[in-house]
C-alpha cells in the first residue's frame, strides 16, 4: 500500500464552477503526478510536483493547475470546468530508484 | 517525443489458455523502463511487471511474463493459465526514468476471460 488517498473519489458539478480535486500521501516522496483518464486515449499526465511548491506541466495542462505546499498534498484545481473535463483523475507517487508510479484509487468527475 | 502504441483495444481468452497483448514504442533513448499495468472494474491501477531496458532478459512474475525486443521496440504481455480474475484494462507504459519518471501510456487493452 503505497498510503495515497485521492479526494472526492466522486464529483458532480455544472460547467463554470471552480473544482478542486486533492491527493494526500503519506510516505514523504518528493515527486507526485496528476493524470487524467478517457476512453480512446489512456493516461495522460496533467502537471506533476518535484517538490514543495515545484510544479511543470504535462502533455494536456491547458485549463489545469496544481498547487504543493506542503510535501503530502497535491491539489489539482479546475478554475471553470468545462464538459472535455469530465474524466477519472488518477494521482500518483513516483519511487525513482525503480521507475513506476503507485496510483491513488481515482477520482470521477462529470461536468453537467 | 516518446509514445506508446497498443494495436489491441480487445481481447478475448479463455480460462485457462494463453493470450499475449502487443505494444510498441517509440523512443531515441538508450536506457529506459517499460510496465505492464492492470486496471480492474474497481478502477485501481495495479502494477504488473517491469523491464528495464538494459536487462536483456525477458522479466517474469508468476503467470505473468513479457517478450522484450529492444531492436523492434516491442514489450508483449503474456499472461499464462488465465484466470477470471485477469479480466481488465491492461495499459503499457514507458518512462526514460531520470529524476522525473513521467510515465507516457498506451491506450489499453481491454481483456475479457470466458469461463
Known amino acids: 500500500d503505497a498510503g495515497i488517498t485521492q479526494s472526492p473519489r466522486h464529483k458532480v458539478t455544472e460547467t463554470g464552477t471552480p473544482v478542486t480535486l486533492r491527493c494526500h500521501q503519506t510516505?514523504?516522496?518528493?515527486?507526485m503526478y496528476w493524470y487524467r483518464q478517457d476512453p480512446g486515449h489512456g493516461l495522460r499526465l496533467i502537471h506533476y510536483?518535484?517538490?514543495?511548491?515545484?510544479?511543470d506541466k504535462g502533455e494536456v495542462s491547458d485549463g489545469y493547475s496544481v498547487s504543493r505546499s506542503k510535501t503530502e498534498d497535491f491539489l489539482l484545481t479546475l478554475e471553470s470546468a468545462t464538459s472535455s473535463q469530465t474524466s477519472v483523475y488518477f494521482c500518483?507517487?513516483?519511487?525513482?530508484?525503480?521507475?513506476?508510479?503507485?496510483f491513488g484509487e481515482g477520482s470521477r468527475l462529470t461536468v453537467l | 517525443a516518446q509514445t506508446v502504441t497498443q494495436s489491441q483495444p480487445e481481447m478475448s481468452v479463455q480460462e485457462a489458455e494463453t493470450v499475449t497483448l502487443s505494444c510498441t514504442y517509440d523512443?531515441?533513448?538508450?536506457?529506459?523502463?517499460l510496465f505492464w499495468y492492470k486496471q480492474p472494474p474497481s478502477r485501481q491501477m495495479i502494477l504488473v511487471i517491469r523491464?528495464?531496458?538494459?536487462?536483456?532478459q525477458n522479466a517474469t512474475e508468476n503467470r505473468f511474463s513479457v517478450n522484450f525486443q529492444k531492436a523492434a521496440k516491442s514489450f508483449s504481455l503474456k499472461i499464462s493459465d488465465s484466470q477470471l480474475g485477469d479480466a481488465a484494462m491492461y495499459f503499457c507504459?514507458?518512462?526514460?526514468?531520470?529524476?522525473?519518471?513521467?510515465?507516457?501510456f498506451g491506450t489499453g487493452t481491454l481483456l475479457a476471460v470466458q469461463p
Open positions: 507504459a514507458y518512462t526514460g526514468g531520470g529524476a522525473t519518471n513521467k510515465l507516457i
Open positions: 510516505e514523504n516522496h518528493r515527486y
Open positions: 500518483a507517487i513516483s519511487y525513482t530508484n525503480t521507475g513506476e508510479l503507485f
Open positions: 510536483s518535484y517538490g514543495v511548491k515545484d510544479t
Open positions: 523512443t531515441s533513448e538508450s536506457d529506459y523502463y
Open positions: 523491464q528495464e531496458a538494459y536487462k536483456q
